[in-house]
């Protein structure tokens, strides 16, 4: 009795295959050179029976593992995992009156690990910030507490230095107007 993946079967002979790929290239005269040669997936080719009366729902089990391209294990003769199969070849004669004569040929396979790991479902990866280079930069607005006045005629620096409380020199750096030649009817910052 052998077992493939969760198929119980009764295998009456296995062989293992090992074969390569050699390039060829032909020359003028001679044989041909070879310059690689690379080594194929060993493989198994197993013949026997599936028996029972559910034969068929284990046929099929092994048909949708091969469709799929599922990874099983192999116990028979030999013990191999990491196998998938190839093909299923079944022949129903007289002679197996409950169940199917099957060629099975499968082929070992290695699994990589890969080094990547994913990103934890609910943590976004990292980004860089967004860049304003080359762009102006917006200036905040401050609030200022400074007074203006509405100039009416007589208003001189003096007088609204005594009104306002603030020194002449502030008021003519505050303002762009000579001492003798204020408009009437501007607006004088006057602190």
Do not use: C
């Amino acid at each position: 009795m052998a077992k493939l993946g969760k198929i119980n079967l009764l295998i009456t002979d296995e062989s293992i295959g090992n074969s390569v790929d050699a390039t060829s290239y032909p020359v003028e005269k001679g044989e041909p050179f070879t310059d690689h040669v690379q080594q194929n997936a060993q493989t198994i080719s197993l013949n026997g029976y599936i028996l029972g009366s559910d034969y068929r729902t284990r046929l099929q089990y092994l048909r949708d593992s091969m469709r799929k391209g599922e990874i099983l294990s192999y116990t028979g003769r030999t013990i191999a995992q990491n196998v998938i199969i190839l093909s299923i070849d079944d022949n129903r004669t007289a002679e197996t009156a409950n169940g199917s004569a099957v060629s099975i040929k499968l082929q070992f396979v290695r699994l990589v690990k890969t080094p990547w790991k994913k990103a934890p479902k609910k943590q976004k990866p990292q980004r860089k910030p967004k860049s304003n280079s080359g762009k102006k930069k917006p200036t905040p607005k401050k609030k200022t507490s400074a007074v203006y006045h509405k100039t009416r005629s007589g208003d001189t620096y003096w007088g609204l230095s005594k009104k306002y409380g603030t020194p002449i020199s502030t008021l003519r750096k505050y303002n762009k107007y000579p001492d003798r030649r204020i408009p009437i009817g501007v607006k004088l910052r006057v602190k």
